[in-house]
Nanobody, 121 residues
Framework: VQLQAYGGGLVQAGGSLRLSCAAS????????LGWFRQAPGKERDFVAG???????IYADSVKGRFTISRDNAKNTIYLQINSLKPEDTAVYYC????????????????WGQGTLVTVSS
């Protein structure tokens, strides 16, 4: 099983990024996928999730700026991040669990290695 997140980088406040997470080794279409982030010295926080039936939830802090999507044909999920703020700076992780999604990071079975997003003011 592998989840590989990529697409992070250094951007100015107000800018945009598109993160991707490519999965392999499990039946992608049967899994809920989530994005989490962890800033230095802070806990891992839920960002967004999309279930196997494409139900979507967002953390309140990112609603209206972040968009999660999935492409089952490519075994990939995406996180479009707009209107970036310095407080969005963190390592972003993708994670998978069967069918549904959860805001609790401990309930996910599979994790990617993370991709760093740095937002300058």
């Amino acid at each position: 099983v592998q989840l590989q997140a990529y697409g992070g980088g250094l951007v100015q406040a107000g800018g945009s990024l598109r993160l991707s997470c490519a999965a392999s080794g499990f039946t992608f279409g049967d899994y809920g996928l989530g994005w989490f982030r962890q800033a230095p010295g802070k806990e891992r926080d839920f960002v967004a999730g999309i279930s196997w039936r494409r139900s979507i939830i967002y953390a309140d802090s990112v609603k209206g700026r972040f968009t999660i999507s999935r492409d089952n044909a490519k075994n990939t999920i995406y996180l479009q991040i707009n209107s970036l703020k310095p407080e969005d700076t963190a390592v972003y992780y993708c994670a998978g669990r069967p069918m549904t999604i959860s805001t609790n990071w401990q309930s996910y079975d599979y994790w990617g290695q993370g991709t760093l997003v740095t937002v300058s003011s």
